[in-house]
C-alpha cells in the first residue's frame, strides 16, 4: 500500500472529455504516449510498434472526480490506477479516492463502512496479540 496514505475518497464525480493517442490498429486509448529517440511506441495493449505521426488523437468523455483531500481533479483513468492495487489514487497528495469493485468504483470512505457490504465481515482474518495486535 501506498506509504501515508489517505482514505479521504472524492467529493463530486462526473464526465470530462478529455485528450488520449489513440492506437492505429487495437484502437485503444492512452492518455500518454512512451516514444524512443526515433518516434516509436509500443502500444502497450497489443505489442505493436508505431510512429507518433500514425497515432490519432481522441477525446472521449471519461468518468473523473474532485479529491477530497485537495480539490484537485482525478480522472479515472490507468495513470491514476495504483500499480498493484485496485484502487485510483491522487498521486501528489496520497489520497486514495476511490476502490475498485465489480464493475465499478466506489467511494473510499465507503468501504470503511461496516454495512457497504454485508459479507465483509464474514471475510475478515481473525489476528491474536501475537499477530499483530497490542
Not at 485503444?28 to 497515432?55: M, T
Amino acid at each position: 500500500m501506498t506509504k501515508n496514505a489517505k482514505l479521504k475518497g472524492w467529493r463530486i464525480r462526473g464526465l470530462k472529455e478529455l485528450p488520449f493517442f489513440e492506437w492505429p490498429f487495437c484502437r485503444e486509448h492512452f492518455r500518454s504516449y512512451g516514444g524512443n529517440e526515433e518516434g516509436c511506441g509500443e502500444c502497450p495493449e497489443c505489442g505493436r510498434f508505431f510512429s507518433a505521426r500514425n497515432l490519432g488523437r481522441v477525446s472521449p468523455e471519461r468518468p473523473v472526480t474532485e479529491c477530497a483531500s485537495c480539490g484537485a481533479e482525478v480522472p479515472f483513468t490507468p495513470e491514476n490506477r495504483a500499480f498493484g492495487g485496485d484502487f485510483y489514487l491522487r498521486h501528489e497528495c496520497r489520497n486514495i479516492v476511490g476502490v475498485e469493485y465489480k464493475e465499478g468504483v466506489l467511494n473510499t470512505p465507503k468501504v470503511l463502512e461496516p454495512d457497504w457490504n454485508e459479507r465483509a465481515g464474514q471475510r475478515a482474518e481473525k489476528i491474536g496479540r501475537e499477530e499483530g495486535r497490542t
